[in-house]
């Protein structure tokens, strides 16, 4: 058996910035009702379409690329060499 060194790249993410948010302002066309009056004596509901902001919460992440080195165990086959010894009787 002989040991190899097995080497890959991931994304690492530093423990700091693991919880790290950021908040976005998005714009948006919304409906906004309000009371108004048209009439003298009389108020009715009026709706508009306005820009709005809305804010969101986006994670922000910063990826690192780390290399890490671990020990791998190779299994391979091996022939075994096989050595024959004969003995001859030799007359004289």
Known sequence: MADAMHRHKYCHVH???KNRTRKKTKWEMKVVKRQ?????????TVMRLKLM?????????RWETKEVRENKTVMRK??????KIVMEKVMQ
């Open 15 to 17: 423990q700091e910035d």
């Open 36 to 44: 108004q009056q048209i009439l003298r004596p009389f108020k009715t």
């Open 53 to 61: 902001p809305t804010t969101k919460t986006e994670k922000k992440i």
């Open 78 to 83: 091996e022939k075994k060499k096989q050595i």
